[in-house]
Structures are given as C-alpha cells and as structure tokens.
C-alpha cells in the first residue's frame, strides 16, 4: 500500500509484539474500563443510554454545551491551528465500521472524510505551518493499521473484519464493551489536509500512536511500545531522528507540546500501574515533574494556550466517572469543570484558549462537543 517515500531506509522486518507487552496492554485496558458508566454501544443498537447531569456547587453555573458529532461514534477532536476546524476519528458509519479520521468546519459544520484505507486509524493532528500562528495547515498526521495487519500475518487478528466478528459475538453473548483504548499494530502517518500523499513515518512492530506537533511543527512527539514499554518518542515531521525521551516502567503517552515549544505533558501509569498521573519535563523529556497526585486515573492533559495551566480528564471524584479538570502549572489547584455521568474524556483548548473541544458519552454514544472555558475560582483540593 501506500509507503513512506523520504529517506527512512530501514527495512520492514515484521514481528509479532513482544510477548511480554501483552499482560501490562490488557491490564490497562482493564483499568480503563469501569463498568456502567463508560459502556459504549454502537449507534443503532438500540441500547443507547443518555446520562443525566449532576449537581454543581452553590452560585456555579455551567456553560452551554454544542453536541458536534451524531453519527456513528465520535472522538479525540483536536482543532486546527486557525481555530476553523477540528480533525477527529468516526466509527460505526454507515459508510464504515473501522475507525476513519475526519475533518469538520466549524462554520458550516460540514464533514469530510479524509482517510480510507482498510485498517483503522486513530490519533489525528494538524501539522502547523513553518508559517507559525494561525496560518492555515497543509498537512496532519494519523496512526493506522493498515500497513502491519496486511504485513504481518500474526497481526490478523487486528483486521477490522476480524474484530467486527468479535465484538459482535461478544454483544450476542450479552457482554458489554466498556470504554478503552486498544493498543493495536498501528504505525505514524502523514498526509496532505485533503487525505491524499500519505507517507509512512514509522516502521516498527507493535502500537506507534499518539503523534502531536511542536507548535513550530518541527517535531512530532508520540507513543511506542517497540522497545518493550510504552514510552514518548520525537521525530522529524518526515519521521527522521526518532529517539526515545522517557524511560520509567509503565505507560507514558498521550505526549503534548506546551505553547512556547519547551515542555511537554503527557499521562503515565508508574508504581503498581493502578493510577494515571499527569507529568510535564523539558521537550526532551529531561526534568520531570509529577503534576497530580490524586490516586485515581488522571489522563488526557492538554495546556491552556497561556502555558499556565493544563486541563485533564479524572476519576478523582467518582471512580465511574470521568470529569474534565484544570491543573495550574505549579500543581497546587485543582478545579473542576464538569458535572455530568457518563464518560468526559480528551479534551483539547481552541488556540484562543477560550473553548473547550471534548469527547462525551453522555447522549449515550461517544461524541465530540464544545462548550465555552469559564474558569472556576475555586480550588477544589484545599
Ligand atoms: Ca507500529
Ligand atoms: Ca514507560
């Protein structure tokens, strides 16, 4: 299929993951997966369950909230450097079951389809233009299957078809899929705003997921399990120089750059691999620093655009149910953002600051929503 045509000159040389990943993917996948509030369903199976809003503090009021997404299942939305649009991945279509990256116009609300290929792809991002600012994008990353399920026939498994079959032997067998993510054989990619010239940036066995840009758009810093635990790595946006930036037991991921390029956050289960904390260093991964302490899974951090505090998503409050939080840069200030069951995953700031894009479950399947930032004043961890 479609292959990296730069200057990247190792070979393909397929393996099957190593063997001793496995326990530590599905023990995350475990955790990640509460029971009742985080079930997804299909769109149209019937089963879709929408969840109520809870109470918020005396004298707070929550801001509005703009579904944006309703077909199929819909998430990790980041916007585009110029705030028009969001890239974002859809399953459960009409048009496919596999997860494909999309693209939506905030000011028309039209979707367009940018990925068809017969894997799936996940972790979508802009690439921001050498131009800096709010200059249009020319090209994003994302992360497919496609190129090690047909390599490697030990990847089988992984087809779309393959795990179609699964989930719905699992739905008639009355077992209900929790939310999670899948470490599946993905590799990093990029291509044109359009879809078309994708080049293959990594080329290596196993989960290579999770790129975002510096804000320059001069490195991409994302996920890999190739040297047997899960840990950042950066490259060249042509997926030259990769190198490995963290080197402690557990998973680290979810990696983005702060606005002035010099730091990144990023998740990471350490000690005994039941909680997720939220960690900034230096760009090169030196200097690291644990931001939350809460024992609870704390994940999905993203920095305001003034560099002072990062939004998240926990279970601090209620082990089945995900929230989105605000951490000042200091990590002394929790503040909650809302109140409401289900799942309130992945959120991202407009480049403004002034919007909050996230994934919610709470009409009853994942979909993306807006809503305004309106910063609380009170610290909720004192
Ligand atoms: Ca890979
Ligand atoms: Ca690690």
């Not at 997804?40 to 809003?53: D, H, I, V």
């Not at 026939?153 to 179609?164: D, G, L, N, V």
């Not at 060249?236 to 390029?261: C, V």
Request: with cysteine; aromatic share 10%.
């Amino acid at each position: 299929m479609m292959h990296a045509t730069r200057t990247i000159s190792r070979g393909v040389s397929p393996r099957a993951v190593p063997r001793r990943l496995l326990p530590t993917l599905a023990f995350l996948v475990a955790l990640l997966s509460p029971t009742a509030p985080m079930a997804q369903r299909p769109a149209g199976s019937g089963g879709e369950q929408t969840r109520q809003p809870l109470p918020t503090p005396p004298g707070s009021t929550q801001p509005a909230v703009r579904q944006l997404t309703f077909v199929g299942d819909n998430g990790e939305g980041y916007f585009s450097p110029d705030g028009t649009k969001i890239i974002f991945q859809a399953k459960q279509r009409p048009e496919h079951w596999a997860t494909q990256i999309y693209l939506l116009d905030l000011a028309t609300g039209q979707e367009r389809r940018i990925s068809r290929n017969s894997g799936d792809d996940t972790c979508s991002y802009f690439q921001p233009s050498p131009a800096g600012g709010g200059a249009a994008p020319r090209r994003i990353i994302y992360a497919s299957t496609f190129d090690e399920i047909a390599e490697n026939p030990q990847m089988a498994a992984f087809k779309p078809e393959a795990r179609r079959a699964k989930e719905e032997a699992e739905r008639q067998a009355g077992r209900r899929r929790s939310y999670s993510w899948e470490f599946l054989p993905y590799e990093v990619y990029s291509a044109n705003l359009d879809g078309s010239e994708v080049r293959r940036l990594t080329f290596s066995p196993g989960y290579d997921a999770e790129g975002t840009f510096s804000p320059d758009g001069s490195k991409i810093i994302f996920t890999s399990n190739r040297d047997g635990d899960l840990e950042l790595y950066t490259m060249n946006p042509d997926g030259s120089q990769q190198r490995r930036i963290t080197h402690a037991k557990g998973y680290d991921g979810g990696a983005f750059f702060s606005p002035d390029g010099r730091s990144i956050v990023w998740r990471a289960f350490r000690g005994d691999g039941r909680h997720a904390q939220v960690f900034v260093a230096d760009a090169d991964g030196s200097h690291e620093r644990q931001l939350t302490h809460d024992p609870a899974i704390n994940w999905a951090p993203f920095y305001h655009p003034d560099g002072t505090k990062i939004l998240y998503s926990s279970n601090r409050d209620d082990p089945r149910n995900f929230e989105l939080y605000l951490i000042d840069i200091a990590g002394s200030c929790i503040k909650r953002l809302t109140y409401h069951e289900g799942a309130d995953i992945l959120p991202v700031f407009s480049p403004d600051g002034r919007t909050i894009l996230w994934t919610s479950n709470r009409s009853g399947t994942n979909q993306l929503h807006l809503m305004d930032f309106q910063e609380p004043s009170t610290c909720i961890n004192r």
